[in-house]
């Protein structure tokens, strides 16, 4: 039996990485592959969301309202749960995800958070077999948000922010080892599509349906 393929989108807010992964998964599974779109249930980050809904008007308000250590590390128990529950026990399939734990670490440096405990608990993490990270300007990010119709854009999502983040990712990759092919934000899944086959059909012929 063989492990599963992690395949991974990484970027900033507006890259489309929800998109990629959604639509890869579908295309490999359309072309005969054991292939799935895989994410966290985001249990804990809910109960945040929905607390500052409450106390708030806001899901999305928890910075400033909520030190960025305690929704980071939310997020980070979901993505705990995430690999107890299928990334440590999926296998003989394909599974593509819209981020990974590399995105955590560049939320977390965001919302100044400690991310020195997250970093030690990577090495847990199984690794993606296969990591993109999408290139796009901020203000390219921006003005596809802008024009998102579900959920509208909010405050953390601004020009500003997303220009925060873009740097944070940057000291993401210099603290470590994040074995990652970067790619165009204009690439088409289509485009994806062919390089993921070309640079990796041998290992993709062994999760064919």
Same mark, same amino acid.
């Given at each position: 039996?063989?492990?599963?393929?992690?395949?991974?989108?990484?970027?900033?807010?507006?890259?489309?990485?929800?998109?990629?992964?959604?639509?890869?998964?579908?295309?490999?599974?359309?072309?005969?592959?054991?292939?799935?779109?895989?994410?966290?249930?985001?249990?804990?980050?809910?109960?945040?969301?929905?607390?500052?809904?409450?106390?708030?008007?806001?899901?999305?308000?928890?910075?400033?309202?909520?030190?960025?250590?305690?929704?980071?590390?939310?997020?980070?128990?979901?993505?705990?749960?995430?690999?107890?529950?299928?990334?440590?026990?999926?296998?003989?399939?394909?599974?593509?995800?819209?981020?990974?734990?590399?995105?955590?670490?560049?939320?977390?440096?965001?919302? *100044?958070?400690?991310?020195?405990?997250?970093?030690?608990? $990577?090495?847990?993490?199984?690794?993606?077999? =296969? &990591?993109? /990270?999408? +290139?796009?300007?901020?203000?390219?990010?921006?003005?596809?948000?802008?024009?998102?119709?579900?959920?509208?854009?909010?405050?953390?999502?601004?020009?500003?922010?997303?220009?925060?983040?873009?740097?944070?990712?940057?000291?993401?990759?210099?603290?470590?080892?994040? *074995?990652?092919?970067?790619?165009?934000?204009?690439?088409? $899944?289509?485009?994806?599509?062919?390089?993921? =086959? &070309?640079? /990796?059909? +041998?290992?993709?012929?062994?999760?064919?349906?």
């Amino acid at each position: 039996m063989v492990e599963a393929i992690i395949i991974s989108f990484s970027g900033i807010d507006g890259s489309r990485k929800t998109t990629y992964a959604q639509k890869i998964a579908t295309a490999l599974y359309d072309r005969g592959y054991k292939s799935e779109y895989c994410k966290p249930d985001y249990v804990v980050n809910g109960i945040i969301k929905k607390y500052c809904e409450n106390q708030f008007g806001d899901p999305f308000s928890y910075i400033p309202n909520i030190n960025g250590n305690v929704y980071i590390y939310g997020i980070l128990i979901d993505w705990l749960d995430t690999f107890n529950k299928k990334l440590q026990n999926h296998s003989d399939k394909i599974l593509v995800l819209d981020r990974y734990v590399y995105d955590i670490l560049a939320q977390g440096l965001h919302y *100044n958070a400690d991310i020195e405990p997250m970093i030690k608990l $990577i090495p847990h993490f199984s690794q993606p077999t =296969i &990591s993109y /990270f999408i +290139d796009i300007e901020p203000i390219e990010a921006y003005q596809r948000l802008k024009e998102r119709l579900s959920p509208p854009i909010h405050h953390l999502e601004s020009l500003d922010n997303l220009q925060i983040l873009n740097k944070c990712y940057s000291e993401v990759f210099s603290r470590i080892n994040w *074995n990652r092919t970067h790619i165009s934000a204009g690439m088409s $899944i289509e485009e994806i599509l062919t390089l993921l =086959i &070309s640079e /990796f059909n +041998d290992l993709l012929s062994n999760y064919e349906r």
